[in-house]
């Protein structure tokens, strides 16, 4: 077993990992990191608990510490679930006291040595942690994920990226309030409503993407030559975003073809059979009104994506459209973290 | 006074109608169709009322009738809120008895020498109306507006067609319930969900939208040159479609301008000075997070499409990007029929 | 094992029944019926799944028939689904063929001869069954459950009336839109809204609660002899039906020696470690704003009551007051019968 | 004209005022207080501005300034909007600086020299004011309005108190999340949820009522002499609470008596024809499914409470049932301070 801890455990990420973790049987949680008001306090009792699952048994009676490594002893890895301001300064210094940060904050994310890894998208980009290291010379190092949206797209892109050729991809999202933490978004803000904005969103997909898919050519990512352009929208959904996404070819496709590669598509997890892995990645719906999130949010226990309505466009013979749902907080964050730890875990420790 | 009636007047639609007409300075309300069942009821009996104002007092204790021609009397102008495949029976019939027929049913939509019709867009389409009338022989003849989510995609993309090149457009919308009528939508499938699929949503978006736009050339209609490509969504949403609009132009463009473009749209409406016209089409909102649904449905009466984030693209240096929100029950439907009706009384009457 | 079969077993409450039977260790699934539009098909094809788990496999490839005794073979239990028109014809014939039914439906409870029957609470009422055979000259028998809203009141109740003077209980309710089938309340009836009437509930809670109550007495069942009021609204929750209960006493009680009595309460199910039975029949919650449906309707598999805010009236010193949670369509509805039938298998057949 | 001001002005109650006082005959809006943060910005500029209504055209100019009376010149009223805890120290200073206060804050309400008025049921303990004066030493004075699901129980409850012997009344309330603020309820908190309780309600629901029902006896107020049991409840509603109430009266009643009584309620503001007043200060409904948030809460401006199902309990004889609608931030906030004033500025200023 490794020992991990949660920095930022009382939030809505952190305790999504907490849920993952409760039975991991490679992972062992020890540390649980929150504010300074919550230190010293039993989890149970320093967390407003939001999931509709218990507490497990295991993070229950963990003593909260301060988010600070000279807190957290003989932890391996620790998973961060903090805010962006506070992980900028904290990541470095967990990194420099020799532990494997796997981060869902965006603070570090685009850093040049800093790998951004989905384990079936990109595990190669993980390569860089060697020059991270050296870079900065710490002991340990940092490795993140990407935005939520980001992830259930750049997961299905992958696959056409290999076999088609992409232009331009447009994006229009439909996304959970969950994603906004806890009190993100006022109930006055999305009832009989939604918010056609959500800042910085459009900014993470665009980059993100393209580094993902990226390049990694000795210390630099290139990024993807095609185009992303996104427009970001938060609707009345707890858990589960979607996406409309249109695809500009450089040639004809066929539909068929396009299925073929979502559906045969495999990464690096499905193959080391990881823990946190879903057997299939991408799962398509065939029903004419499919994929819903909160019908399929939690396909894979939340790690698969799923993809619906795949067709090419009636006029412009090389665009293709589909909708994609994916868990925002499973997928697109503490799953996402755990992901790149089982995977670190396999291939680097 | 022109005495109007409605068909099929017990619906959501029709019950707009009823609402718009409740106090109109020129149209006056004397007739209400339904099905055989509500015949011969007063209408405060036949129907189950579903907006939150009153029934207006001018339809309250109208006699409903068969949606029948042979059952009303004196009146000039119908305005259908008919079912698709009743309109296509019932129209022509109503037509043929000498009415002039409103109607914001799909049916007859694009047949080539009814007019499709919004009076800002496209008021010289009405022109048909004398080609309808020989083909036919008919005294009355049929005017039809355009599907919800088209209207206000098309009042948007009329200043810019006029001004700019467009090449391509990619709509993805996220609609309110009452499109799909008081019981289209159950609860179970929309609370906490969405549901990315709206039966013939798209074609119409995409084929009607370069009707209207579209050059009547004589005797035929010749589409609009660009392409449009729509996705659209379902979301727990009341009233007011929002659409995320990309717009792929052959040229570069200045944001301005095109805010330019937006605001100073009139269509003739606005110079005849239409009752229901208001007074600005489109409406610009600079805050980040606008337009809203709930916020802006029923802006200028619900008869303004309210647009904002007008953005360029972060990379592609020619697509300009936008959201716009319209009231699909008013100016989506019964506002769009009265319009026609007020015009076809100004020009054609 | 024992061969169940499902009646009804495409709508909500048949789709609970085949998610709670998927993997039980008693009862094997082997018969679905249905209308007979959906007979001959394979139960995946015949079905709109509507939950968010897969359908299944026991399920999946079943031959769905006509809901009809000569086309059940081999079973020896039938759960019943059905509207409680069709329930009142067709009970009857499957327990004239032999068969156990244990139903969901309305139709049967208030037969004087046909256990209306929650298995923590009034077990011993099932002696019925030998009356019922005689009676009506059946192999099998009939036994019901009650109604959603009846169940969680009741079960709560249980323990107070063994212990305390139980004189008027007041009840208002705040119920999932699930409890009226998938289709039973559209969104625009419900978003922004709720609906302050539910045909009949009142009456069930009122009537069916005391009649669970009661002595059975040689061949009759004497209500139990206080009173119930009841108020029945729906609201906008997807499942979990919540109470606001308000309960007169005789004499002054202690709020201690209430939770006291939840606390420690077990029925029959428990003493006999049945299946589906939940460890705790009523779970207390401590938090000033529990129970809450989201957050408690699935405590225990869906099958505990959670109860909560447990305190004496400001002013009046015999009157409890407590909110209490429960499943609508598991504890309420499938679990119901499916517990019923555990019992009956185990102490009748 | 009379000057007004409003202390706390960019709040949700603060917006309703100023929507209501946007076009009063009588009442000219001069001046907005806010934190120190918004004064010395324009109204326009220093709110977000959260109604469906645009910003009426009176507040838009005016210079937001402290909530301290020395910024505060030629203003004879205020309304306050305050938060309890600063409207507990603020509102005795503008009262002592000779401005009358018309709150709608709890904290000042339960002074025994603090009238505690709604229009219709108790003017006269505005004749409190003398004694307010007199003990304080002010040169103005405060007078409050209760609790927004208090004035709505209350209006309802004056014409039975008035004609019928009420023992107890039970109260169970479905809020809305308005009522909370802006920012009070999270989306993740009521969406497929609701919540069973609100910090303060239930006390001020069984205090305020009775408050306002009792008799001022020289000084002092009496409260009448039944008892209100109230649980409170949040759930997913903009605006508009719901309450069902349950009245055990010491005598059998005539349903249609109390309807008479609800249907003839006039109060003194119908008598001096008050702006603000409801023709009807209390509206029946018939249908089997009304009174609805969204369809009732603006009926008469959002000034009536609107009531329906009222109905004798099945068994308990002397048990009253009925359900009731009310605006919670217009009547039951901004509202109800506007009525205040206008009915002090007729007999009192």
Redesign the interface.
């Known amino acids: 077993m490794v020992n991990v801890g949660i920095l930022g455990a009382t939030g809505?990420v952190g305790q999504r990992f907490i849920e993952l973790l409760g039975d991991h049987p490679d992972l062992e949680l020890t540390t649980l990191t929150a504010s300074k008001r919550s230190a010293g306090k039993k989890y149970e009792d320093a967390v407003t608990w939001?999931l509709?699952c218990k507490i497990p048994e295991i993070a229950r009676n963990i003593t909260v510490v301060d988010t600070d490594p000279n807190e957290v002893k003989d932890v391996d890895i620790v998973f961060s679930a903090l805010p962006a301001d506070i992980a900028r300064i904290v990541e470095p210094q967990f990194a420099e006291a020799g532990m494997v940060v796997a981060s869902n904050a965006a603070a570090m994310r685009m850093e040049p040595d800093v790998p951004l890894v989905i384990p079936e998208v990109n595990p190669e980009h993980l390569e860089l942690v060697e020059l991270q290291r050296k870079n900065r010379g710490w002991d340990g190092f940092i490795v993140t994920n990407p935005n939520c949206s980001t992830i259930a797209l750049a997961m299905t892109l992958k696959p056409l990226y290999d076999q088609f050729k992409l232009e331009?991809v447009?994006v229009?999202t439909?996304q959970a309030?969950?994603g906004a933490g806890?009190?993100?978004?006022?109930?006055?803000?999305?009832?009989?409503?939604?918010?056609?904005?959500i800042?910085g969103e459009?900014?993470k997909m665009?980059n993100e993407t393209l580094h993902l898919l990226g390049d990694l050519d000795g210390n630099t990512v290139t990024p993807a030559s095609f185009?992303?352009?996104a427009?970001c929208?938060r609707?009345?959904?707890?858990d589960g975003h979607?996406e409309?996404v249109?695809i500009e070819m450089s040639e004809e496709f066929n539909v068929d073809e396009v299925k073929k590669s979502f559906h045969e598509f495999q990464g690096l997890p499905q193959k080391l059979d990881l823990y946190s892995a879903p057997a299939a990645p991408i799962i398509i719906r065939e029903e004419?009104?499919?994929?819903?999130?909160?019908?399929?949010r939690?396909a894979e226990h939340g790690m698969a994506v799923t993809v619906?309505?795949i067709r090419k466009?009636?006029?412009?013979n090389k665009?293709l459209?589909y909708?994609l749902v994916g868990h925002n907080t499973i997928r697109g964050a503490a799953g996402a973290s755990i992901l790149n730890a089982e995977l670190i875990n396999e291939i680097i420790l």
């Open positions: 809505m939001y509709d331009k447009y229009s439909m309030v969950s806890y009190n993100g978004v006022p109930s006055m803000a999305i009832v009989d409503n939604l918010v056609p904005f800042g459009e900014e665009e185009g992303v352009s427009s929208h609707v009345a959904v707890l979607t409309a249109f004419e009104n499919r994929p819903q999130p909160r019908m399929d939690n619906g309505r466009d009636n006029v412009f665009t459209k909708i």
